[in-house]
């Protein structure tokens, strides 16, 4: 596609709901990343895949968080049992580039904002 | 870890002048890219501009320039000619692409005042 797409844009959940949050990267590229950016703030990395290969999780916040990419393509972001404190833009970054070696670009997408009532 | 600062919130521009905004970073890295990003309201993270470690030239792309002083651990981005489209929060981030992710700061909202 032209630009890394995520899907809904906006998400309202009560409190409890589980939810889940699609990417679709640019085609080809190898790397997708994952960040969730709150009110006022940068974003935060939550985790990175390479291809169907979820290289590092570290940022993820709790047990609650679980990402998949299982083809390698489009990856899914799922919350369960959400929080308030959930509340946030999920923004999803992909990445044609594998290494450090040359200059490097992430393409964002234009993020989910969820809401946690 | 890395860590990067924007030290100024809120700046604020008249149409057609000049504007800086400050980023500091923490590191102990010798080799990294450093990036600035804007994000204009509602829409989505654009990357402006973003400078290599290793070279000692300043990047420019068009009307924005940056001033990297790696001793100081400064990056920071000058628009020039500043127009109505640049208003947006802009942030700083830093790469070492070992861990392959982006470190952000909090953001700077550019506000350009016709």
């Known amino acids: 596609g032209a630009g890394v797409s995520q899907s809904p844009r906006y998400k309202v959940a009560k409190r409890g709901q589980d939810v889940a949050l699609r990417c679709d990267p640019i085609s080809g590229h190898v790397s997708l990343f994952w960040y969730q950016q709150a009110l006022g703030q940068g974003p935060e990395f939550l985790t990175y895949?390479?291809?169907?290969?979820?290289?590092?999780k570290s940022g993820l916040p709790s047990d609650r968080f679980f990402a998949e990419r299982p083809e390698g393509s489009v990856s899914t972001l799922k919350i369960q049992r959400t929080q308030q404190e959930d509340s946030a833009v999920y923004l999803c970054a992909s990445s044609r580039l594998t290494g450090s070696s040359g200059h490097y670009e992430q393409y964002f997408g234009p993020g989910t904002r969820l809401t946690v009532t | 870890a890395q860590t990067v600062t924007q030290s100024q919130p809120e700046m604020s521009v008249q149409e057609a002048e000049t504007v800086t905004l400050s980023c500091t970073y923490d590191t102990s890295e010798s080799d990294y890219y450093l990036f600035w990003y804007k994000q204009p309201p509602s829409r989505q993270m654009i990357l402006v501009i973003r400078?290599?470690?290793?070279?000692?030239q300043n990047a420019t792309e068009n009307r924005f320039s940056v001033n990297f002083q790696k001793a100081a651990k400064s990056f920071s981005l000058k628009i020039s000619d500043s127009q109505l489209g640049d208003a947006a929060m802009y942030f700083c981030a830093y790469w070492r692409g070992s861990n392959y992710k982006l470190t952000f700061g909090k953001g700077t909202l550019l506000t350009v005042n016709p």
């Open positions: 400078q290599e470690a290793y070279k000692q």
């Open positions: 895949f390479q291809n169907e290969a979820q290289l590092d």
